[in-house]
């Protein structure tokens, strides 16, 4: 059995040269772990993800050469030294730098060994006079304070201001409560509570959306009898409120245009008390599986997967629907507080997503019947995906108008679209809008 730091180092590798996502690639790495080995490995992970750029400053600080030039390996074991000396109170300094060096030995570095125990003691001993962050510009400090890429902080403090931008970035790197929603077809308040106390867990009423529940303690969610039962899901109160604000009710006939992994599909099933229809079509094959195991877990059997490609019309969708829910691809600057290592994504890999997102849009308003609602949503906070792809389509479809709607503990009617924020509202960063078909 290895240990925590081990596999954020193997976490971190794997988003690195594999470019895969922190969350998954960090599941793998502490699939043989203990519960506290596997804790650790997490907030290593997520800590250095979280603080990266700002890491790296200081810690080319106390290299003899530059930074960027060392070793990715070494780079990623010297970010994982200096994330448990700065900010991790708990973990002796000594701890910190003797297991950074056993990091490197361990996978036959020995040369390198001395460098790291040299840089990490020495940041130890200073870290009371470090190197302070550049001021030339508020968008280069939090930039760099923060660790987000300068374009995205310029861009958020041209939609924000620089004081809400700072809001947004602070939250991103703070840590994230688990939201869960009850399962109403299977239990009450009363029982969920008790049941997780059982297992060591902790639940408290969401602050404004009414059947989620704030979970703390209680170690692997999947291990605990009330998930295994099919008693809640994890699921954002930005997600829920997606499906509130489409307004699915019993006996409706719906369709989720982009299902995986099938929260949506799963909310709306129980806000229909199980009764009625929801397709929840995916791309991919292989994520279909994770819908209908979601389904079985819930009691859900209103459900049904289906493979279905988006952008690509099928006749025998058209004008089906009382309800389409069009949560598409997008580029997920607003779930970094869950995935940070997102901000690092190259900016022009997101360029071709307005034309995918439109497409989408597009071909699901061909599903609505006369009367019913489209619901677009997103989990980013760039207009370009958000309102001007809304506008876009409205002005092409004329059948189609905002409708105003109203969330629960909101104060106030929107005009048809809201997007939630981190540091408003407490939320993933998620793009909400209501159009009803004529």
């Given at each position: ?54 890491l790296d400053h200081y810690l080319d600080a106390f290299c003899t050469q530059p ?5 990715p390996f070494i780079r990623d074991v010297l970010r ?359």
């Amino acid at each position: 059995m290895g240990t925590g730091r081990e596999a954020a180092l193997t976490a971190l590798t794997a988003c690195r040269r594999l470019d895969a996502w922190s969350d998954g690639s960090l599941k793998a790495a502490c699939r043989e772990l203990d519960r506290r080995e596997a804790a650790l490995a997490a907030r290593l992970t997520y800590g250095v993800l979280q603080n990266r750029a700002l890491l790296d400053h200081y810690l080319d600080a106390f290299c003899t050469q530059p930074f960027e030039s060392l070793e990715p390996f070494i780079r990623d074991v010297l970010r994982l030294g200096a994330y448990q000396i700065l900010y991790m109170d708990r973990v002796p300094d000594s701890a910190a730098v003797d297991e950074s060096v056993e990091l490197v030995k361990r996978k036959k570095r020995q040369r390198a060994s001395g460098m790291v125990n040299a840089v990490l003691r020495r940041l130890s001993r200073e870290k009371a006079v470090l190197p302070p962050v550049p001021s030339e510009s508020p968008v280069e400090g939090m930039s760099l304070r923060y660790s987000h890429p300068r374009w995205l902080v310029e861009r958020l403090a041209a939609l924000l201001g620089e004081e809400e931008t700072e809001a947004f970035l602070s939250r991103n790197n703070e840590s994230v409560p688990t939201v869960i929603q009850r399962n109403s077809l299977r239990c009450t308040p009363e029982e969920l509570a008790e049941r997780l106390a059982a297992d060591g867990a902790l639940i408290e009423p969401h602050p404004w959306m009414p059947e989620c529940w704030l979970l703390s303690g209680g170690g692997s969610l999947e291990a605990m009898y009330a998930f295994q039962k099919g008693w809640f899901q994890v699921q954002d109160a930005a997600a829920k409120a997606a499906v509130l604000a489409s307004g699915v009710k019993p006996g409706d006939r719906v369709l989720d245009v982009c299902a995986a992994p099938g929260g949506k599909s799963f909310a709306a099933a129980m806000a229909m008390e199980d009764r009625g229809e929801i397709i929840a079509g995916d791309i991919h094959r292989h994520k279909l599986a994770l819908i209908e195991k979601g389904a079985e877990r819930l009691g859900l059997t209103c459900i049904q997967p289906a493979l279905a490609d988006g952008r690509q019309f099928r006749e025998e969708w058209l004008e089906g629907f009382d309800v389409v829910l069009c949560d598409v691809p997008c580029s997920g600057l607003g779930i970094i507080r869950k995935k940070p290592d997102i901000r690092y994504k190259d900016p022009a890999q997101l360029a071709g997503l307005p034309r995918v997102q439109r497409a989408i849009l597009e071909n699901a308003g061909r599903y609505v019947k006369p009367g019913g609602v489209l619901l677009y949503a997103t989990c980013t906070v760039l207009p370009e995906e958000n309102e001007e792809i809304t506008a876009d389509f409205l002005s092409r479809r004329p059948e189609f108008a905002l409708e105003p709607f109203r969330l629960p503990g909101l104060d106030g009617e929107n005009g048809g679209s809201i997007t939630l924020w981190p540091q408003r509202h407490g939320t993933d960063g998620f793009y909400i809008c209501r159009m009803r078909r004529s």
